[in-house]
């Protein structure tokens, strides 16, 4: 029979069990460079979950982008990445920059729309994209997936990224600078609207910024690499000193992880970011589109994590299980296998 102390001693040890904080848990979020979307974005984000999880501690890491996140993923270690959809359906099945090196990616959500800029200056005698031949121009840092998109652009063009052009690999930000100094005559970026880097140069006196119109390329890059690309528009009002609207191509912003993250984490991970949307609005105005009603199983190159799916179901928006299409089986296996 248990005496009075031994029953408060058990009592004393239960509350103190439970008062214990959860087990610490450490996430990293692969961003993208500074002058981008992703940083300050990834920076929100982190902020969030350290605050809004407990025990979780997040932290925004600087990176190449897109490309450079998948392979960040495909190390197995806890990071949750920003990422085109391009570059992930390339992760997923092992080819482009990832040939013979499948990464079993998940969807945690579809974030915003990623725009193509292709941009110049007045000056440098560039008009429209055939233009670029015989210049110098950067097509994005190495490890993106700018310079992934930037090369479909210019090979939908007729053009030859290696012999047709001086080619350089810089970030959205150092491009801005080269451009400016008249180092380079154009520069490749995807990102979101506005993006800093853009602005800044746009703003710099005695420039003039000239975007250049490619959305007449989606067809031709549509049929190579599938419907991944979309006609979409940079508005005149973005930047200062657009004499009108410019026609381009954009593709999905989405959040992964590896497909091992337990459904726990993923589901925490997925309905953190929805409810908490309008903190990450104050950080950038393009979380606005991260909308409930964009989370289709057709607007994601890569299959769903179950922990997503599971919070999506929860709001009414159902995504079968079984999305993980015959790629994402072969990439599981793929790396099973190393």
Do not use: C
């Not at 239960?14 to 610490?24: D, E, T, V």
């Not at 993250?261 to 929805?274: E, N, P, S």
């Not at 299959?303 to 299409?325: L, S, V, Y």
């Amino acid at each position: 029979m248990r005496t009075l102390k031994s029953v408060a001693r058990i009592a004393t040890v239960a509350l103190a069990g439970a008062m214990l904080p959860a087990a610490a848990q450490n996430l990293s979020i692969a961003t993208g460079g500074t002058g981008g979307v992703y940083y300050p974005m990834g920076g929100g984000l982190a902020a969030l979950l350290s605050k809004k999880v407990p025990g979780m501690q997040a932290t925004a890491e600087v990176t190449g982008g897109s490309v450079a996140n998948m392979q960040l993923i495909g190390t197995g270690k806890p990071y949750i990445a920003f990422t085109q959809a391009d570059a992930a359906i390339d992760a997923l099945k092992g080819q482009d920059k990832f040939a013979g090196k499948p990464i079993p990616v998940r969807a945690l959500a579809v974030l915003y729309p990623n725009r193509m800029h292709v941009v110049s200056i007045e000056g440098t005698g560039i008009a429209r994209i055939g233009d670029i031949k015989g210049k110098r121009v950067s097509t994005g840092s190495g490890g993106s997936a700018t310079e992934v998109f930037a090369f479909r652009v210019i090979e939908a063009a007729g053009l030859d990224k290696d012999k047709d052009m001086t080619r350089e690999r810089l970030g959205v930000a150092e491009s801005v600078n080269a451009l400016k100094d008249r180092k380079i005559d154009a520069f490749f970026w995807v990102g979101g609207l506005p993006t800093a880097a853009v602005t800044d140069l746009a703003n710099s006196p005695g420039v003039r910024i000239r975007m250049i119109d490619i959305a007449h390329l989606v067809p031709e890059m549509t049929k190579k690499h599938g419907n991944i690309y979309v006609k979409d528009v940079i508005p005149q009002r973005i930047y200062k000193g657009m004499d009108k609207d410019n026609p381009q191509a954009t593709v999905t912003n989405l959040l992964a992880v590896h497909a091992s993250m337990d459904d726990k984490t993923a589901y925490t991970i997925t309905r953190t970011l929805f409810e908490n949307v309008v903190d990450l609005v104050r950080v950038h105005a393009e979380s606005v589109n991260i909308k409930l009603e964009n989370q289709k199983a057709e607007n994601s190159s890569i299959p769903w994590h179950p922990g997503a799916i599971r919070f999506f179901a929860e709001q009414g928006i159902k995504i079968a299980a079984d999305a993980d299409k015959g790629a994402a089986k072969k990439s599981d296996k793929s790396a099973k296998g190393k």
